[in-house]
């Protein structure tokens, strides 16, 4: 069995040293992981992306989400919370009516690359 410094892998050491320490030089905070992990999260459920993408095309008001996906305005605004929790959607209040659209560009580049990862054959 070879001897070098480093964690047991496969029943030899591991001589991947280097590589261990360039990852950790890249690897964020925890407080950077814990942010992104919410934000990967909000992708991960079905009414959410359906409302990411209807945001994706013009801005919406929650009765408008609601009507679209056949849901209650209470269940959307539950996700519509959480989406600006994470910073994926922003709100602009015109008279009663609070309208809903996608954060900033990143968010709908990201939306569009994983529909079409997903659309890969």
Known sequence: MKQNSGAECCEEYCVHV???QQARIVMPSDEITSA?????????DKTR??????LA???LCVCDIATLLGMTQSAISHQLRFLKQVRLVKSRKSGKTVYYALCDS???TILA?????VQER
């Open 18 to 20: 280097q590589a261990v």
């Open 36 to 44: 992104a992990s919410d934000f990967f999260k909000a992708f991960s």
């Open 49 to 54: 992306l359906r409302i990411l993408t209807a």
């Open 57 to 59: 095309e013009q801005e």
């Open 106 to 108: 990143h968010i709908k």
């Open 113 to 117: 690359q994983g529909m079409e990862h």
